[in-house]
Every structure is written in C-alpha cells, then in structure tokens.
C-alpha cells in the first residue's frame, strides 16, 4: 500500500500531527466550501434572509472550522465529510439567526424551519416547505439546496444506515432545543422543564440545564459522519460513540460556550444554561465532572487520543476566548479549570490564542 495512502486513513494520535491535518487540508477545504455558499447567498432574493443567510456565514465560520476537524481523522474522506459538515453545520447557523432575529415567536415557525435538519439527515424523506410560517420566504432555492447537499453527501457514507437512528436522534433533540429555547420569555422555562420531565430518567446522573446544553451540540453527529465513512462499522461501536458523546462530550462543549457568553446572553435577553447552577464554584465543579465523564467515556472507543483531543480542544478553545478577559468571575471560573491542565489542553489554548491573533 502506498505510504501516503496508508497515512491518509490513520487517525492523528498527538496534536502536532493533528493541527498539521487541519492548517494544510481542513481550514482550506472548509474555506472553499464556504465561499461557494456565501456566493449563493448573495443570490438570495429576500433582504432579509440574505443578511441573515450571510451573517451565519461570515460570523459563525469558526463552527465548520472547528466541525471539520472530524474530517482529519479520516483525510481519504475528506471530500465527503468537510462538505457534508459545512453545509449541515451551515443550515444550523443560518435557522439559529433566523429564530434569533426573528420577530414571530411562533413555535410552529420554529419548528418547520428546523424540519430542514431533519431533512437534511434523512435522503429518503420527502423534502418540506420550511418557511411555511415564516414571515420571509424567498431565498432563492438556498435552504433546499443546503438540505440537498447534505442528503447527497450522506449517501456516499458506506455506513450510514448503521447510524441514521442516532443521527437522527440527536439532531431531533437539537430542533426541540432550538424550539423551546426561542418561544415568548415567559414560557421558556416552562417548556424546557416539561421536556426534560420526558428524558431525565434516561439520564440521571445529569441535572435539566447539562442535558438542554448537550442537545445543543452538534458534534455528536458529526463524529457520527465520521464514523459512518468506516466500512467495518459494527452497531456495538455505534452504541459506545452514542454515550460518550450524548451527553457528555456534547455537554462539556455547550456548557463552556454558555459559560464565556454569561455577560452577552444577560444583556440581550437570551437563556444561560451556565446561569441555573447555584454558584460559580458548583458550576466549576459540575464541568470538570462532565470533563471527567467524558474522558471515561472516550476512553472505550476506538482511538482514544484522538477523542481526548477534541475534548482538551474544546476547553482550551473556549477558556482563551477574549470574552473570558471581560469577565471577572468567568475569569476566575477559567482558572480553575485550567488548574493542572495536561500538556495537551496548553498546547491547544496558546494555538488557539495564535489562531484568534493572526486572523
């Protein structure tokens, strides 16, 4: 077998080799990926849609960027799994916007609009009408075609079928999230609760607001992708990357996100899962033990390192943020943290200060 073939599917097992991966095949593929559709996008022929179609684009590109980096554990795949990532990742940011700035509050708008997700994993479902009760609908064929996208990437995944049921539970959990979390202010709560009264047996060790955070993330499905690309995929492999990334990979990385945005989400209205917990101290407490859970977890599943990686990633990603600066007692939440912290995470939080300081 050819040399560079044989490295193209071995999984990167140290951070050198892994952001080698990532600077020379994943940052400028995903790039490429995304101008295509930023140029699509100015097509759009509603105003409004268009801004916000182009502002996912432009202010969220870190999502597939950081999505994308499943895709360097797999470089022979990469041609699939970087578009499939970036236009799945890029539905998620644009209806995030749409219901953020939107001025319905309808849960029905909500919900039709993230049927495109669903959608989008799920080739054999005939296609829906998404802005059905939106108040702007023209976008020029943008939204389907993001959604056809996916679905024709997907079905070069030789093993997605041993995946589709769990893809298609995360990203169900994910629209119930995006639906309840952007309804009137003062139902908000309410409906969150109700739906954690549905889950909450099947995950115990969790409190309400660490299962709402993981349901956030969309990195579950994307090491789902991952993993479908594998020929030898078994259903017990499925299963071990289920509980170690629902919920606590998940969690770890939606609970960091909401913890650097404290100031921001206060200010502009928004829920903070961060802000349930008691105290500062319980909320750091509650993290390292996910962080923990996490590591356990990953542990069980087929290139360890790899996982520990991403997970070391995420807390180095978040915690360098310059939101954290800003903040004091998310400063000092930080600290904690980043007590005793592995080589591994301090090799990541100064390249993400590198990244952040030359773009």
């Given at each position: ?171 169900s959990l994910y629209c119930d999230l995006q639906v309840y979390k952007h309804i009137q202010h003062d139902q908000r709560e309410q409906a969150l609760f109700e739906w954690w009264d549905e889950h909450k047996e099947q995950y115990p060790a969790l ?89 356990e977890k990953v542990a069980m599943l087929e290139a360890p390192s790899f996982h520990r990686m991403i997970i070391e990633g995420l807390i180095a990603l978040y915690l360098s943020d310059p939101k954290v600066r800003t903040q004091p007692e998310v ?15 301090l090799f990541f939080f100064f390249n993400s200060k590198w990244i952040r300081l030359i773009s």
């Open positions: 077998m050819n040399s560079k073939y044989k490295e193209s599917k071995l999984i990167p097992q140290n951070p050198i080799t892994l952001m080698t991966r990532v600077y020379r095949y994943v940052l400028p593929d995903v790039r490429a990926q995304l101008h295509d559709w930023r140029a699509m996008a100015e097509s759009i022929p509603d105003p409004e849609l268009k801004k916000q179609a182009l502002a996912s684009l432009t202010t969220k590109q870190f999502h597939c960027e950081g999505g994308a980096v499943y895709a360097a554990a797999n470089l022979e795949q990469r041609h699939v799994l970087i578009p499939l990532i970036v236009a799945f990742q890029t539905i998620s940011d644009y209806l995030d916007n749409l219901c953020d700035r939107s001025t319905s509050l309808d849960p029905r708008d909500f919900r039709q609009l993230h049927q495109a997700m669903l959608d989008a994993v799920d080739p054999d479902e005939p296609l829906h009408e998404y802005y059905e009760y939106h108040e702007e609908s023209e976008d020029g064929g943008y939204l389907t075609q993001l959604v056809k996208m996916c679905r024709s990437w997907i079905d070069l995944l030789p093993s997605y079928a041993l995946v589709a049921a769990e893809v298609r539970l995360l990203v409190k309400w607001n660490e299962f709402a955070a993981a349901t956030g993330s969309t990195l579950g499905v994307f090491m789902l992708f991952l993993s479908a690309a594998d020929r030898n995929l078994d259903e017990a492999k499925v299963s071990l990357i289920r509980e170690a990334y629902f919920p606590y990979v998940c969690g770890l990385h939606i609970l960091l996100d909401y913890l650097i945005d404290q100031e921001e989400d206060l200010v502009g209205g928004d829920l903070n899962f961060c802000s349930y917990y008691e105290n500062k101290d319980f909320a750091v407490h509650r993290i390292a033990q996910i962080v923990l859970k996490a590591r400063k000092q939440m930080s600290k904690q943290l980043m007590k005793k912290s592995p080589l591994t995470r």
